[in-house]
């Protein structure tokens, strides 16, 4: 697992100049490091003295760098939905939409940022993974999502077992689910 800094702030502060400055010295350090921005203007590129794109490119020795698309990042997601979706439909619906089409909805930036980020940590390719990103209050909400999803998701489930709606669907909904789920594997990662 590879320890995740990220640097939040609004424009201005020195944020993207504290992202590369830390990047850098641990690149030298001997770190593989990952550095991300989700800068849509030069400004990020003019600092680090190179334009990035949406795959990561070596910068220095150590050192890669990529700018986090959204629209790029979202084609990619669509795909493996589609994937999945091909592979435990017989008549997946999906296999009509492209992700071309779709577009980022409010909220989406920041958590296809923070899927891209766990999937490059779970890539096993770098010792440290640095995040340039805004600051602004539904960043940082999205940054807890995970912890909050989870706090929900336990909670709702205690109260929805001991409902009596529950105790109604549970003998119909188990050998559905059963049936369904068999031969989905959702690995063993922890989050």
Same mark, same amino acid.
């Given at each position: 697992?590879?320890?995740?800094?990220?640097?939040?702030?609004?424009?201005?502060?020195?944020?993207?100049?504290?992202?590369?400055?830390?990047?850098?010295?641990?690149?030298?350090?001997?770190?593989?490091? /990952?550095?991300?921005?989700?800068?849509?203007? +030069?400004? $990020?590129?003019?600092?680090? #003295? *190179?334009? %990035?794109?949406?795959? @990561?490119?070596?910068?220095?020795?150590?050192?890669?760098?990529?700018?986090?698309?959204?629209?790029?990042?979202?084609?990619?997601?669509?795909?493996?939905?589609?994937? /999945?979706?091909?592979?435990?439909?017989?008549? +997946?619906? $999906?296999?009509?939409?492209? #992700? *071309?089409? %779709?577009?980022?909805? @409010?909220?989406?930036?920041?958590?296809?940022?923070?899927?891209?980020?766990?999937?490059?940590?779970?890539?096993?390719?770098?010792?440290?993974?640095?995040?340039?990103?805004?600051?602004?209050?539904?960043?940082?909400?999205?940054?807890?999502?995970?912890?909050?999803?989870?706090?929900?998701?336990?909670?709702?489930?205690?109260?929805?077992?001991?409902?009596?709606?529950?105790?109604?669907?549970?003998?119909?909904?188990?050998?559905?689910?059963?049936?369904?789920?068999?031969?989905?594997?959702?690995?063993?990662?922890?989050?």
């Amino acid at each position: 697992m590879a320890l995740i800094l990220t640097f939040l702030g609004k424009g201005g502060v020195g944020r993207s100049v504290s992202a590369i400055a830390a990047a850098k010295q641990l690149a030298q350090q001997g770190q593989r490091v /990952l550095l991300l921005t989700q800068d849509v203007g +030069p400004a $990020f590129d003019l600092l680090l #003295g *190179q334009s %990035l794109g949406a795959t @990561p490119q070596t910068v220095e020795t150590n050192l890669a760098a990529l700018q986090l698309k959204s629209t790029v990042l979202l084609q990619q997601n669509w795909e493996m939905v589609k994937q /999945l979706e091909a592979q435990y439909l017989r008549d +997946p619906f $999906f296999k009509a939409v492209y #992700g *071309q089409e %779709l577009s980022v909805l @409010p909220g989406m930036d920041m958590a296809l940022a923070l899927n891209a980020i766990r999937e490059y940590d779970a890539s096993g390719a770098y010792d440290v993974i640095v995040h340039d990103g805004s600051g602004d209050q539904a960043s940082l909400r999205m940054w807890g999502l995970p912890e909050g999803v989870d706090w929900y998701f336990r909670r709702f489930k205690q109260v929805f077992q001991a409902s009596q709606f529950a105790k109604a669907v549970t003998p119909f909904i188990q050998p559905v689910a059963a049936a369904v789920f068999s031969n989905v594997s959702f690995g063993s990662e922890e989050y």
